[in-house]
Every structure is written in C-alpha cells, then in structure tokens.
C-alpha cells in the first residue's frame, strides 16, 4: 500500500510540478470550473428536448439525477469515509504543490470532478451511442480533460482521480440501464446497451 501512495505522490508531482507550461496554467483552471462548462450542459439538455421530445425530459431528468448520485455518493460517502488529505494538505506534497486554485478544506478521496464528469459522460454513451455514432467518444475526451486539470492545478492526487473516474463510470453505466428499463431508450437501437 505504501508504493501505491509513494507512486500516486510522484505522479502527482509530476504533472503538477513538471509538466506544466504557462500557457496550460490559464487553461487547466478553466477546464475544471463547471461555469465554463455551463453552455455545454445546457445545450445538452435543450437539444435531447428538442430532439426526442418527451424521452428527452426522461433523459434530462436521469441525467440530473445521475450528476445528483456521483456528487452525492463521492463526496458525503467516499470522501468522508476514507477522509484522505489533498496534495495541499499532505505533509508530504503541501510545501511543493502548484496551486493554481484555492485550497480546499474537503477530503480528496475520491475526487468529485472525475466521478461526475464520467458518470455523465458513461450515461452519454450509454443512452446517446446510436444516434451520435463514435462522435459520442468526445464525452469520455471532455471527462479525461476535466479530471486532468484535477490533478494540474494542485486538487487531486491521479488515485483521486482514478477513483472518482471508476465510481462516475460505475453511477452512468447504472443510469444508463435504469434509464433503458424506464423509458425504452430514445431510439429503438438504444435498446441494445449492455
């Protein structure tokens, strides 16, 4: 056990200490602030309405709730249970952390922007594959980018990360299936996601 945290430090320490350029330090901040994501959201939302109409506001509805489960679960369950301290608070990486954000005072375990942002994107695949074809992929670009820039800017530690990652991909393939079940899909092909 001991490697795997003396290997998550240095992993840690590289991407935010080495691999770093000044241009990915204005970037990276804004990747990880959901503000910045806000039209994306809505533009989600709008158009699975617009096009599917009323499985369009089941989709919506299981999507919120899918965002609702992966907050929920990694922040109040994991991170309270596991109660591990952030780059910025170990006693180890505190003195040599880029913090490219403010400290946060929560625990790091497992982080709460990767297992949203793969559990939205899982419930994409899931529901969305058959009608956006492999374009659908970009939603798993989006999630590896924003869980990134956890670690760039000083949030995370990669098992953080990797955590919240399996935990988010978990809480859609769930949504996705669930939703399958419910509502029969959005397009009849849909109904083959395993």
């Known amino acids: 056990m001991q490697a795997l945290l003396d290997f998550d430090r240095w992993l840690f320490?590289?991407?935010?200490?080495e691999w770093t350029n000044p241009a990915s330090d204005l970037i990276f901040p804004l990747l990880r602030n959901a503000f910045f994501?806000?039209?994306?959201?809505?533009?989600?939302?709008?158009?699975?309405v617009l096009n599917?109409?009323?499985?369009?506001?089941w989709w919506c509805a299981f999507?919120?709730?899918?965002?609702?489960?992966?907050?929920s679960i990694s922040t109040q369950i994991f991170k309270e249970s596991f109660q591990r301290l952030?780059?910025?608070?170990?006693?180890?990486?505190?003195?040599?952390?880029?913090?490219l954000i403010p400290c946060s005072?929560?625990?790091?375990?497992?982080?709460?922007?990767a297992a949203n942002h793969f559990g939205m994107a899982m419930f994409m695949y899931g529901t969305l594959r058959f009608w956006a074809k492999?374009?659908?992929l970009l939603a798993f670009l989006w999630a590896?980018?924003?869980?990134?820039?956890?670690?760039?800017?000083?949030?995370?530690?990669?098992?953080?990360?990797?955590?919240?990652?399996?935990?988010?991909?978990?809480?859609?393939?769930?949504?996705?299936?669930?939703?399958?079940?419910?509502?029969?899909?959005?397009?009849?092909?849909?109904d083959e996601f395993e």
Request: hydrophobic share 55%; proline share 3%; charged share 15%.
């Open 13 to 17: 320490r590289l991407i935010n200490t």
């Open 37 to 48: 994501w806000s039209p994306v959201y809505l533009f989600l939302l709008f158009f699975t």
């Open 52 to 57: 599917f109409k009323g499985r369009g506001w």
């Open 63 to 71: 999507f919120l709730c899918c965002f609702a489960l992966t907050d």
């Open 86 to 99: 952030r780059p910025c608070m170990d006693a180890l990486t505190a003195a040599e952390a880029r913090m």
């Open 105 to 113: 005072g929560s625990f790091g375990f497992v982080s709460s922007h």
């Open 134 to 136: 492999k374009w659908i």
């Open 144 to 190: 590896a980018l924003v869980s990134y820039a956890q670690l760039y800017v000083g949030a995370h530690f990669p098992f953080d990360v990797l955590g919240g990652a399996l935990l988010g991909v978990t809480i859609g393939w769930l949504a996705a299936k669930l939703f399958k079940k419910i509502v029969g899909g959005l397009i009849a092909e849909s």
